[in-house]
């Protein structure tokens, strides 16, 4: 058994990890089929980013390094396919006002028929990359674009990383698909009727 006396922690200890299977990847490697692919996009990603966990703020969270990450993952979109993309705080839905989105952005000079969403991801950024299709955590959350806005036709789902040089972007196309947007609009109906319900008998208390 070869020994590495660094510290724990330290950035030398990371970039070690980083080319090394451990305990922690065992886990998924000796769990379901998925928790095994998953486990193989976390060791390629570990494998092709540049530097560590110690280089970013250990205090930031995933949706912190997103806010911070989106205006140079638009921009670099917009070098990519040469499109403007015009960014818009909130949109509420027509038919329900309670329903809306906060969307990343709209492709200018489009009608407002494509629009886009931004992910910057760890291994989920490599997982968009080998299987051009958006990561099931986020599926309702695109489909929610779409639900909101009846005229929208296409999404564009951006992954970026900069951590990964060799495919810092990718970009995924994403078509209406009316089932899911009608599922998504009665699920919400059903649910927002619900939360109505419980209010009318907390008021009344």
């Known amino acids: 058994m070869k020994k590495y006396n660094v510290e724990q ?3 030398e200890w ?30 390629i990603y570990n494998r092709l980013r540049v530097g560590t966990d110690s280089d970013e703020d250990e205090y930031e969270n995933p949706m912190q390094r997103g806010t911070r ?18 960014q818009i705080g909130l949109c509420e839905d027509d038919e329900n006002p ?5 969307p990343d952005g709209y492709i200018a000079d489009t009608d407002d028929t ?15 990359w080998l299987t051009n299709e958006v990561p099931d955590e986020y599926e309702w959350q ?13 999404l564009y789902f951006v992954g970026y990383n900069p951590q990964i040089p060799i495919h810092p972007i990718h970009i995924i196309e994403v078509e209406r698909d009316e ?8 699920k919400q109906t059903i649910f927002l009727q619900e ?3 419980i209010l009318s008998n907390i008021i009344k208390l």
């Open 9 to 11: 922690r330290s950035p």
């Open 14 to 43: 990371e970039q070690l990890r980083k080319t090394h299977l451990t305990g922690t990847a065992l886990k998924g490697i000796m769990g379901t089929p998925r928790a095994r692919q998953e486990a193989i996009y976390e060791v």
């Open 69 to 86: 990450l989106e205006p140079e993952a638009i921009a670099a979109f917009e070098f990519e396919t040469g499109m403007k993309v015009e």
């Open 98 to 102: 309670a329903i809306g989105q906060s």
């Open 114 to 128: 494509e629009a886009i969403e931004v992910k910057s991801m760890g291994k989920n950024h490599i997982k968009l």
């Open 142 to 154: 695109v489909v929610q674009y779409f639900v909101v806005n009846p005229k929208l036709k296409k």
């Open 179 to 186: 089932e899911k947007v009608k599922l998504a609009r009665e």
């Open 195 to 197: 939360v109505d319900a």
